[in-house]
């Protein structure tokens, strides 16, 4: 069983910063893609961003400019830097680390609850 261990979260007010951080054995990160989901009640799980073990990033289109991920390769860690959030933000963020080439592998943080107050 792969343990990822996340950190932070919590509950915020508008328009203020929260930072998370997920770290995933060394074995299994060193190739795979790190990255954060977040699912708010009724609805589905839903990419934040992702980023690859070479620094390249994606982000929704929703947190551009707003997030920032980043990763460090010698901790096995990745981060999500929250600023500016929005009560639409309030979700539970789930970290991920995925392998797409063979062999492939996904494996899921806990999650942890990010809430955004107006």
């Known amino acids: 069983q792969v343990q990822l261990l996340e950190s932070g979260g919590g509950l915020v007010q508008a328009g203020e910063s929260l930072s998370l951080s997920c770290t995933a054995p060394?074995?299994?990160?060193?190739?795979?893609?790190m990255g954060w989901y977040r699912q708010a009640p009724g609805m589905q799980r839903e990419l934040v961003a992702t980023?690859?073990?070479?620094?390249?990033?994606r982000y929704a289109d929703s947190v551009e400019g707003r997030f920032t991920i980043s990763r460090d390769n010698r901790k096995s860690t990745v981060y999500l830097q929250m600023d500016a959030l929005r009560r639409e933000d309030t979700a539970v963020y789930y970290c991920?680390?995925?392998?797409?080439?063979?062999?492939?592998?996904?494996?899921w943080g806990q999650g942890t609850q990010v809430t955004v107050s107006s």
């Open positions: 991920n680390v995925k392998r797409v080439m063979t062999p492939t592998y996904s494996y």
């Open positions: 060394g074995s299994v990160a060193s190739s795979a893609i």
């Open positions: 980023i690859t073990s070479g620094g390249n990033r």
